[in-house]
């Protein structure tokens, strides 16, 4: 009897404990575990050849949930205009855990507006991790719309409740990139994002208050013109994301490719000599490289 007082007595502390734990302890996702996010308003034909591509044979061997036009108006109204988010929720992704450290890893397929590394960066900003993500349309799409599916996923995948601001800040900069991309390119447009991102997390000087020089000189840099109402816009996206708490070490350990090419971005513009060659500081002394340039421009 005394046994089975003392068993019953332990199976209420290991149930207390349940109730007590965080949400997010007793939902951590394990790698290889997946998810999978679809369109709600795919038709039949449509839905199939989502699935095709994303190399899903039973969507019923998988967790399964739904984005809605309500959920990408709601993310994406501030910064899209109603004809480029269209009527109906398309984008579709799957995405699967992976090991601690492994970085965000992106494929796309029917996507026109968004590539990987503007994916990439946004998540970042969300603060999402280690994660392998498939994004497909059923024909070519937008893709905009992609994000607020893993975002909703990875919540959902991983228990842990991503910061509203955080969310904002990622939808904002994948907008501001995509347009940003038209004008100087894709490639550069995510460089230019994540380098003036990475400046203001790495105590290199740069603050809200200097940021108009230090993207004066990035693009000086990397040889690229911008309009004013890209600079004004870009400036309004920073404000966005110096809202949130970023992992200054997030883009050196999700995104280590885009990492290397930032750093090496001297060997891609000649000899300017204003520009980063240390790991440590992708542009060097920021103050310096202002000065640098201010002074080749009135020299």
Known sequence: MEKIKKSGKFMFFLLLCCFLLPKSVLADA????????????????ELQAVLDILGVK????YQVTYTTHE???QYLGDYLAASVIGTRALSSVLITKTEENSGITITTTNINYC??????NALITAGVKDLDVKVAGPFSISGTAALVSVMKSYELLTG????????????NELVTTAELSESIGSDKAAELIAALKQE???????????????????????DVTLSEEEKEKIVDLMANINKVDIDVDAIKTQAAELYDTI???SSEIGDKQNVIESIGAFFGNIINSIINFFSNLFG
């Open 200 to 222: 203001m997390f790495e105590d290199n000087g740069v603050t809200l208050k200097n940021i108009d020089d230090a993207l004066e000189t990035l693009s000086e840099n990397m």
């Open 115 to 120: 590539t990987q590394e503007m994916y990439r």
């Open 71 to 73: 959920d990408e108006v």
């Open 30 to 45: 394990v790698a290889g575990e997946q998810y999978l996010v679809l369109g709600k308003d795919l038709k039949a034909d």
């Open 263 to 265: 750093k090496n971005i």
């Open 160 to 171: 842990e409740k991503l910061d509203e601001t955080a969310m904002d800040a990622a939808n």
């Open 58 to 61: 039973n969507p019923e061997d």
